[in-house]
């Protein structure tokens, strides 16, 4: 597919990133701030940088603010059997639509482990999209990570507080994780392998264990040990249950703020 990418910046790059390594498709990015982009990609700053290009996929990765000033001067640059495909968190259907017409539309929210091709996105495709227009940008979103397909816009708004934004609070809990064996008596880079390790090698156990987590939990915890004296202190008036519930609870809220 010959794909045009508006924007691209820490998302739209480390997407990029995966989709050039692939090699399957071309890739145009429209970006006036665009730098080291991959040899194979072509190199845009505006809209009428493109002559009379048209393009199967033009993905939207500018940010959700500016997509009312920025997206009319690409409406027309879409093939009439092609898809506009928009990873802004929030940014409805609807709201594409002013903008583009009676397009195929699909939303699709990454999140920042693409960057490794470990992303897991979730897709919404518009009723004018055909199966096929679907199973291409599925399989392309599959080249960044796992992409789940699902039935309405807002399972899109709540995927972004979950999954989109998920990068962002696991990187702050890592962070804070960190510090606190820091405050141990680790130096940074050994605290740093400590935690690291101890939470890729527990996602992954958990992933191929059969167990529920809190068997897995009860299953690591000896009556009396060092493990329980620390959950009691983690799992104190289920203040981490609250904090996570209102965490995601916020980011949801956001999205509905941006449609
Ligand atoms: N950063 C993240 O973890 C995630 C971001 N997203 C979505 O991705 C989108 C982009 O976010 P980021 O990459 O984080 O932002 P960013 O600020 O890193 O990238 C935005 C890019 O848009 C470019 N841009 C600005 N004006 C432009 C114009 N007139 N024409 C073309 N390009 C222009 C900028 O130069 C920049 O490279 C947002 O809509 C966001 O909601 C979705 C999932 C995760
Ligand atoms: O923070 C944001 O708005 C973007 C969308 C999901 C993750 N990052």
């Known amino acids: 597919?010959?794909?045009?990418?508006?924007?691209?910046?820490?998302?739209?790059?480390?997407?990029?990133?995966?989709?050039?390594?692939?090699?399957?498709?071309?890739f145009t990015v429209a970006d006036p701030a665009a730098n080291d982009l991959p040899d194979s990609?072509?190199?845009?700053?505006?809209?009428?940088d493109?002559?009379?290009?048209?393009?199967?996929?033009?993905?939207?990765?500018?940010?959700?603010?500016?997509?009312a000033d920025v997206l009319p001067d690409y409406a027309h640059v879409l093939k009439e059997s092609g898809t506009f495909v928009s990873i802004a968190a929030g940014t409805s259907v609807a709201s594409l639509a002013k903008v583009v017409g009676d397009a195929a539309i699909m939303r699709v929210m990454p999140n920042m482990a693409a960057l490794v091709g470990m992303g897991v996105?979730?897709?919404?495709?518009?009723?004018?999209?055909?199966?096929?227009?679907?199973?291409?940008?599925?399989?392309l979103i599959d080249q960044t990570g796992t992409c789940i397909a699902v039935e309405n816009e807002d399972q899109i708004d709540r995927l972004t507080a979950v999954s989109g934004s998920g990068p962002g609070y696991v990187f702050e809990i890592l962070r804070s994780y960190v510090a606190a064996a820091?405050?141990?008596?680790?130096?940074?880079?050994?605290?740093?392998?400590?935690?690291?390790?101890?939470?890729?090698?527990?996602?992954?156990?958990?992933?191929?264990?059969?167990?529920?987590?809190?068997?897995?939990?009860?299953?690591?915890?000896?009556?009396?040990?060092?493990?329980?004296?620390?959950?009691?202190?983690?799992?104190?008036?289920d203040v981490l249950d609250t904090l996570l519930q209102s965490?995601?609870?916020?980011?949801?809220?956001?999205?509905g703020e941006l449609r």
Request: proline letters at 1%; charged letters at 20%.
């Open 50 to 67: 493109l002559s009379s290009q048209e393009f199967d996929v033009v993905l939207i990765a500018i940010k959700p603010q500016m997509i």
């Open 121 to 139: 996105s979730g897709l919404y495709a518009n009723d004018r999209c055909t199966p096929q227009q679907t199973q291409d940008i599925v399989a």
């Open 247 to 255: 965490t995601l609870q916020a980011a949801y809220a956001r999205a």
């Open 182 to 237: 820091e405050a141990l008596g680790f130096d940074h880079e050994t605290a740093r392998t400590l935690v690291f390790d101890t939470v890729t090698g527990t996602v992954e156990a958990a992933r191929q264990s059969e167990l529920t987590l809190e068997e897995l939990r009860n299953s690591v915890t000896s009556k009396n040990g060092t493990t329980q004296a620390g959950l009691n202190e983690l799992m104190r008036d």
């Open 1 to 26: 597919m010959n794909i045009l990418l508006i924007g691209c910046g820490k998302m739209g790059g480390a997407m990029l990133r995966q989709w050039t390594a692939h090699g399957e498709h071309s």
């Open 41 to 48: 990609v072509t190199h845009v700053s505006k809209a009428t």
